[in-house]
């Protein structure tokens, strides 16, 4: 039985809620991710973000853009706060389940403390698929 800590990218790329939605969308520009965890000073989720979030709130993600007024926003206005998450000791098929029924493609991984540990994205499910082919 596979579990989350078997499938999820550790340690995750971050930004805090006072960076800005020019941060986050340059990083996920240049690192080609989708979602960007939002954490505080103790590393502990307060908020995720992701490519359709900021396209939902006109933002369009590429580097040679100038976007105004934009381009200084902090994060925390664009993320969400409700977010679905697993721990590192959960089912990797209950964690299907909830990335299937939340509609969401993604779901940050905390441990018993709410510290950000790594993120489970749909991307990583399709990689153990490919290694146990």
Same mark, same amino acid.
């Given at each position: ?42 590393? &502990?989720?307060?908020?995720? %973000?992701?490519?359709? =979030?900021? +396209?939902?709130? $006109?933002?369009?993600?590429?580097? *040679? ?38 509609? &969401?493609?993604?779901?940050? %991984?905390?441990?018993? =403390?709410? +510290?950000?540990? $790594?993120?489970?994205?749909?991307? *990583? ?9």
């Amino acid at each position: 039985m596979d579990l989350v800590k078997d499938l999820m990218t550790p340690n995750p790329l971050t930004v805090g809620p006072n960076d800005t939605v020019h941060d986050a969308a340059m990083l996920m520009a240049s690192r080609r991710i989708r979602h960007v965890p939002i954490v505080d000073i103790d590393l &502990r989720l307060v908020g995720l %973000v992701s490519q359709r =979030d900021l +396209l939902r709130a $006109g933002w369009k993600i590429s580097p *040679d853009e100038e976007h105004g007024s934009w381009r200084d926003a902090p994060i925390s206005g664009v993320m969400r706060t409700e977010v679905e998450t697993a721990q590192p000791s959960d089912t990797a098929a209950d964690a299907a389940r909830r990335i299937l029924g939340s509609r &969401r493609s993604c779901l940050p %991984v905390v441990d018993a =403390d709410g +510290l950000l540990v $790594g993120i489970l994205t749909e991307a *990583d499910y399709v990689r153990r698929a490919v290694r146990a082919d």
